[in-house]
């Protein structure tokens, strides 16, 4: 009699301990199909039933990203109770195919078990304010920077830019303060009411022949012969030297600007004085090296005279001097150079240090 109560008690254990839960889901995966950015939140719904013998508890659920929140069952679910899971999706900045993945993590076996949704979004038509971001008056432009972005100091680039009359009367736009090496035009000359039309820019860079690297100019604005106050068109250009056309001879035969170091560190100076930095180079290639055109990052550093050719072979040095002003902390300042040398003509040198705060000025 003891034997078959101690094999009873046994096999309630056993039982007890074999007993767990079991999440299944209806479905495990959801497509919305095909939907409009501007619809809103979207929700998805996963039901699931506990088909273990033992109370189910989802610990915690999480979603791939913050685009996608989640709600859940938070209560144990007993042995053939059900639950859910729910999903919702944002479709705001998206403008394609999505699938995103929630991880539901219980306390059954396995414990976590993923869920898909997935749909295609179609963007939202854009406002004519978010096409046309720049005012002018009655007419919007794109933008109110036109890049011409790298250009080769030999060459004419062009660039065009949309804009359009959002007014109900005809408008002209006209560019004033425009530099030699820059031509804008608008096309139509005179825009309709509604109509759209494009600013025609062309820059010469072999026009600009004294400057090198980013420039930019700011172009004054008329609409319909009014001048706009305060309200510019920003051209810029990054002007490179062209070294595509050059031979594999005279490639190896190119200056080559060796420098000792690119950073010179001033040290410790006080506010309103100045500091004198040097960066030395040398020549190591096999003709002339040119220093086409040095220019700082700021007022604050003054350029020294700089010897233009150096021999192969030679030394050469750039010397500039800092101005602290009312500067103060640790300073980093740019310096960049325009050379001949194909491999090295665009450096950018870095002045830095400490400036400190003048008593006086601490209290």
């Known amino acids: 009699m003891k034997r078959i109560l101690s094999a009873v008690v046994l096999l309630l254990f056993a039982a007890g301990l074999w007993a767990q839960p079991r999440i299944k889901f209806e479905d495990t995966r959801h497509n919305y199909g095909t939907i409009k950015e ?4 979207q929700k998805a719904v996963f039901n699931f039933t506990n088909t273990g013998d033992s ?19 938070k209560a144990p679910v007993p042995p053939g109770g059900k639950g859910f899971v729910t999903a919702v999706f944002d479709p705001r900045g998206y403008s394609s195919r999505f699938a995103k993945s929630i991880s539901v993590y219980t306390n059954a076996r396995p414990p976590v078990n993923v869920l898909i949704i997935e749909g295609q979004v179609v963007p939202r038509e854009k406002t004519v304010e ?29 660039r065009v830019m949309p804009v359009i009359n959002t007014s109900k009367e005809p408008a ?16 139509p000359a005179t825009l309709k009411p509604g109509e759209k039309g494009v600013i025609e820019g062309s820059y010469d860079a072999k026009l600009n022949s004294s400057s090198w690297g980013n420039v930019n100019d700011l172009i004054r604005l008329k609409v319909n012969g009014e001048q706009q106050k305060n309200i510019y068109l920003y051209v ?28 010179v560190n001033f040290g410790t100076i006080k506010q309103r004085s100045s500091a004198d930095v040097e960066f030395k180079f ?31 072979g030679a030394q ?15 300073i980093y300042k740019n310096i960049f150079i325009y050379t001949n040398d194909p491999k090295n003509s665009e450096v950018m040198l870095m002045i830095k240090g400490q400036v400190l705060v003048e008593e006086s000025s601490a209290k």
């Open 316 to 330: 050469g040095s750039i010397k500039a001097r800092f101005n602290s002003g009312g500067y103060k902390g640790q």
């Open 282 to 312: 040398t020549n190591e290639g096999k003709s002339d090296l040119i220093i086409r055109h040095v220019k700082s990052g700021c007022g604050c550093t003054a350029l020294m005279p700089t010897e233009n050719v150096i021999k192969p």
């Open 172 to 187: 002209t736009v006209e560019f004033e303060g425009v530099p030699a090496h820059l031509s804008l035009k608008m096309n």
């Open 55 to 73: 109370v189910l508890v989802i610990t915690r659920v999480q979603p791939s990203c913050g685009c996608t929140a989640s709600d859940y069952t």
């Open 236 to 263: 810029s250009a990054n002007l490179v030297e062209d070294f595509s056309g050059l031979s594999s001879q005279k490639l190896a035969n190119a200056p080559v600007l060796k420098l000792e170091s690119n950073t």
């Open 130 to 158: 978010e096409i046309y971001t720049f005012a002018v008056g009655p007419v919007r432009f794109q933008s109110n920077h036109l890049a011409f972005t790298t250009t080769k100091k030999n060459e004419k680039k062009i």
């Open 38 to 41: 501007e619809a809103g939140k």
